[in-house]
């Protein structure tokens, strides 16, 4: 079965400044997707950024990037330029091709962005 | 074009009593999955509906069950409340296939238990 681990449970970041969290997962499947969602205080969980396992090129939106290292199984989430609505959870979320297979969700990081 | 709907927003029971939640997926989505989200706590999986069927269950007892139905809305009941079932429900829905992949998440709906 796979596994996302998220090691960093919270994180804070200056205003402006950049941030990276962490995301390993453990699969022996070779094609899948990845996903950074965003749950804020307001509680609905919005989609940040996605990846298929397939593509080489990190995906970017705007001021979120991804840097995905297939053999390391590694899936971080760059922000820069920090906001004070970026505060929030991020799950980091593996998902199979395969039919039949959940979503797989990291237990969360709690970022703070201070002022 | 409208999202993943939820109602009740808030929901207030007491212990033995049974709850009902309801989601409505957006519109072309077949499947719909159902959260459990215990204050400041990770996502912890609960069901999934495809195509009207139950497609996986995740780690609950049976008191935790729901449906699908033929417009592919769903429901989640909840039977013989304990305290412990105080969480924020969330349901979820996808295309079933992989051109899209991703979630689309609802507001939740707000279980407490009395």
């Known amino acids: 079965a796979q596994t996302v681990t998220q090691s960093q449970p919270e994180m804070s970041v200056q205003e402006a400044e950049t941030v990276t969290l962490s995301c390993t997962y453990d699969?022996?499947?070779?094609?899948?997707?990845l996903f950074w969602y965003k749950q804020p205080p307001s509680r609905q969980m919005i989609l940040v950024i996605r990846?298929?396992?397939?593509?080489?090129q990190n995906a970017t939106e705007n001021r979120f990037s991804v840097n995905f290292q297939k053999a390391a199984k590694s899936f971080s989430l760059k922000i820069s330029d920090s906001q004070l609505g970026d505060a929030a959870m991020y799950f980091c979320?593996?998902?199979?091709?395969?039919?039949?297979?959940?979503?797989?969700f990291g237990p969360g990081t709690r970022l703070s962005v201070l002022p | 074009e409208a999202g993943v709907t939820q109602s009740p927003t808030h929901l207030i029971k007491t212990r033995g009593q049974q709850a009902t939640l309801r989601c409505s997926p957006i519109?072309?989505?077949?499947?719909v999955y159902w959260y459990q989200q215990a204050l400041g706590l990770g996502l912890q999986f609960l069901l999934w509906?495809?195509?009207?069927?139950?497609?996986n269950r995740g780690n609950f007892p049976p008191r935790f069950s729901g449906r699908q139905f033929p417009n592919y809305s769903s429901e989640l009941n909840v039977n013989a409340l304990e305290l412990e079932d105080s969480a924020l429900y969330l349901c979820?829905?996808?295309?079933?296939?992989?051109?899209?992949?991703?979630?689309?998440f609802g507001e939740g709906s707000r279980l407490t238990v009395l």
């Open positions: 979820a829905s996808s295309f079933t296939g992989t051109e899209s992949g991703e979630l689309f």
């Open positions: 699969t022996s499947e070779s094609d899948y997707y």
């Open positions: 990846q298929e396992a397939y593509k080489q």
């Open positions: 979320a593996y998902r199979s091709y395969n039919y039949g297979q959940n979503f797989v």
């Open positions: 519109s072309g989505h077949t499947s």
């Open positions: 509906y495809d195509e009207g069927e139950e497609r």
